[in-house]
């Protein structure tokens, strides 16, 4: 094994490993419940500050780095995780659960997304450069020199998630943006997948060394309760939070974020039961539709954020026809391990609580082998049952469905109104659907952060026109997204400089434009040929 | 007189003119303390939620206007406060104190920054399109069709300032960017200028009618104490807050806004001392200098949100005779007009706070004629002081300015260090500043939305590349700016359509492109000839 291969157990703090003194964890193996080593050491929250100190003074560094020397970081980034392979792979399975084939796939995304975002910085279009010209010569005032640029926010703290061990966790699509952005990111590592983190952390480390960056640039913690998480988030010198998870997580940083004397911003990604809205006309094969909404609802053990919690069906015989092949398809498949036991006890929980709202069992699956597998399951309600207790749209993370019978567009347009915000929603429809989308579809883009036509949500493209966020709950900042390009705006703000002379302006401002970048010049955007 | 230059004394919901039954108020001359008809009949908290649903109801309709028709509603709107004229001067001119000038100037800059949010929307890049084509035969897994566009947010509620009766009030800075993005917005008029309230609300209603929208897209309520403002922030159909204000104002807005079952994005400005960095080459003419600086200082009776309160300034003989000349200077000058009897007593109130906190007596001016001209002032400290009392950061709106010396490059990053979020910065260096600017500049720009070379932060420009904005407590959310074109982004969220057939598009997603948008596909911008 190299260097990087052998587990420590050890937080890393801006390039040291660092061992902490309040209790250890170890990983458990959730398809057989051993524990695994080495033993993570925890650090007090106390111990926070070393991190957001050494970030907050390479901050400045970070930030000034031409896009060329940040860019080639990141692929470096991208190359010593990808090197990692199947290493990284059996110890995210062991921690996991998930399968090898999802984990090589989720590798391959992190790494893609990583690249995604060298290009990116790049091409510079994210700095959003613009400049209004002097006009000395205007009356009846002058106008100055203006030139505004988005900078970086500084540190920001990154939440590892459970279940997006790569993709979601320490150099996943937060600490990708954030990097991207110019921010430093100190990563509180997820409990669930502690081996993961390290060996991803220390990838991060030796590309921050071999690009000759401050140390602070990157740090991984390791920590026990909602106490560390809590002390990163209050710490002065963080400037914003990148976290996925449940909705009570999401809500207690969001909680002291704005508790602290300076407010800072919480990109919390929570929960959402990704409705599907079948319409009449999308019934031409309910056979081949269930098929399709059963293997996206049993997925990765249902564990996506994208899953489809909650399926709207008209009543009559075709919605039965694909209710009844559903439930055979649900019946007849096996639980598979889930992420942690905590996760598998809240799924039962979850499942219980639902039918004690009156949801009506359709089909259960099998539990599989192993402790941590529960059955798949689908229920079903009625739209006015749906209107009248809202816990029935709480979302059960895991592989469970409600499908929700409505008999008119009335009904429909009632429930879809009745909807928390929503990462995703999709619709089935047919060439008669026209006139009773007509209404459905704008309020249905009120609540969600992308709208499908045909498909299944889970399976998140990681590109530039992505959009993986929502209106409240889905996340707590909807005007933002977490997967895809837009993202690295999420830790940027835009600053002025006013009839500043070029030798202290950035080089994304200067007049001689030695970076290249498409500016917008009197408001209209210019490539570096027509500037 | 015309129909829109009666005052009617009542608030305007979705077109109609609406009494309240919870008193009245009746706006007052501050330069003779008089009382001005007519009374102000002032809504009942309940009675917001009457014009909230209206633009619920207006929202989807106005979201899908084209660009055109947008734009051209935007024009009315500037065409008919511009008609207003001297009607609207001269009852803003009663109600604020302000000279007529500075009045004429602030029509002027409202009007303008109407017609400039027009250019943007038709233009259309605040649309933000992204395109990123299927690619049906990619292997492992074909990618999806995938196009994101900006939407407007929703109902926006716009609270007016007391110092900008119009730029930051009805038809002002976030009313215009709101309406750009495509939201509907509800009003809360400032009790100090009810009737240049009126007038332009009611040329902004004029205007929704003239363009036959619905008429939700615009209401303007009056009311009483806080109460109506927190029920406004608290109603679910409201989407997103614009408030230009105190502190505590702000923060108020905040708290409410995070308190709702589903919390709402605040862009609340609330306030900044501005600082002024005088290096010692800057101190080359130090009489010079310092009428620039007493011209800010004292311009519109120091009521502007860029008022340079603070002034870093070197100790040494340049810059006694910078202070001397200041001194003189504010010795001789007089109290003009505060906006309201209540914030000629703050003034007063935070300048004793002020010397009570240590800061030395610099000069004192004359109090102005009427009751709430009080003298302007010039005190001075230490960079100790500053740093051992933080209430000496504390802003005294009003023509107040507190002078710190410093006696190091050290001192002065210890100062700039301690400083809190601001709107601007502006520095006054000469050639032999360079070296101890290095340290200084990347960290003053971390605090600030703004930094000048030379000038004065007073006079914000309207344009693309402005920032007013900045780092908490200068603003609550310092990614955005609330004057210039970037503003229209506060109002919008993005949304992706995946694998969506043209006809449920927006004409902004659509591939003929028949609003003729630059688009970002597969994440190059091309514009529409190259598309």
């Known amino acids: 094994m190299t260097s990087t291969q052998t587990l420590t157990g050890s937080s890393i703090i801006a390039g040291e490993t660092v061992a902490g003194d309040a209790g250890t964890l170890r990983a458990i193996d959730p398809a057989t419940g051993e524990t695994l080593e080495p033993a993570y050491s925890l650090l007090a929250p106390a111990e926070v500050e070393r991190a957001t100190r050494a970030a907050a003074e390479a901050a400045p560094a970070y930030a000034a780095l031409s896009p060329a020397r940040r860019a080639a970081f990141l692929r470096t980034v991208a190359d010593r995780v990808e090197a990692l392979g199947e290493t990284l792979v059996a110890r995210a399975v062991a921690e996991s659960g998930l399968p090898v084939g999802r984990l090589t796939g989720e590798l391959g995304r992190t790494t893609g997304q990583l690249r995604l975002m060298a290009t990116v910085v790049e091409q510079g279009d994210h700095l959003q450069a613009r400049i ?59 409990n669930a997948h502690p081996g993961a983190a390290e060996l991803v952390g220390r990838a991060v480390t030796e590309a921050v060394a071999e ?30 939070v990148g976290f996925t998870g449940s909705r009570g997580g999401g809500l207690a940083l969001v909680a002291a974020a704005a508790a602290r004397p300076v407010p800072i911003p919480v990109y919390a990604e929570m929960s959402s039961i990704n409705p599907v809205l079948v319409m009449p006309g999308g019934l031409s094969d309910p056979a081949a539709l269930a098929a399709g909404y059963v293997g996206s609802l049993t997925l990765g053990a249902g564990q996506f954020c994208t899953n489809p919690g909650l399926l709207l069906l008209p009543t009559g015989p075709d919605g039965d026809a694909f209710l009844a092949a559903a439930g055979e398809l649900v019946g007849a498949a096996t639980g598979q391990t889930m992420l942690t036991p905590g996760i598998a006890e809240a799924y039962r929980t979850g499942a219980q609580a639902l039918a004690a709202a009156g949801a009506e069992p359709v089909a259960e699956g099998t539990p599989g082998s192993g402790p941590h597998a529960p059955a798949p399951a689908v229920y079903a309600t009625t739209t006015a049952d749906l209107a009248a207790r809202p816990e029935l749209q709480a979302e059960v993370f895991g592989a469970l469905g409600l499908v929700v019978r409505y008999s008119s567009t009335d009904e429909l347009l009632t429930a879809v109104g009745d909807l928390e915000g929503q990462l995703t929603a999709t619709v089935h429809a047919g060439a008669g659907d026209t006139e009773a989308l007509a209404p459905v579809l704008p309020l249905l883009a009120t609540k969600v952060g992308r709208v499908l036509f045909g498909g299944w949500p889970t399976g998140v493209e990681v590109s530039h026109a992505m959009v993986h966020g929502g209106p409240f709950p889905a996340t707590s900042d909807g005007r933002s997204t977490s997967v895809g390009t837009l993202a690295v705006h999420r830790f940027q703000r835009p600053v002025c400089f006013q009839d500043a002379p070029d030798e202290v302006l950035p080089p994304s401002l200067q007049r ?5 970048l498409s500016r917008r010049v009197d408001g209209v955007v210019r490539r570096p040929e027509e500037q």
Not at 172 to 183: E, K
Not at 512 to 516: R, T
Request: charged share 10%; with cysteine.
């Open 512 to 516: 001689a434009n030695p970076w290249g």
């Open 132 to 190: 209004d010209p002097a006009l000395p010569d205007r009356t009846p005032l002058p106008r100055p020199d203006l030139r505004q640029v988005h900078v970086p926010l500084g540190p920001v703290a990154v939440f590892g998630a459970s279940n997006f061990p790569l993709a979601f966790s320490t150099a996943g699509g937060d600490t990708a943006a954030a990097l991207a952005a110019g921010c430093p990111v100190v990563v509180k590592a997820h």
């Open 211 to 240: 690009h000759g960056l401050p140390a602070g640039v990157f740090s991984l913690l390791y920590g026990g309760g909602n106490e560390i998480g809590q002390a990163l988030v209050s710490d002065p010198r963080i400037t914003a």
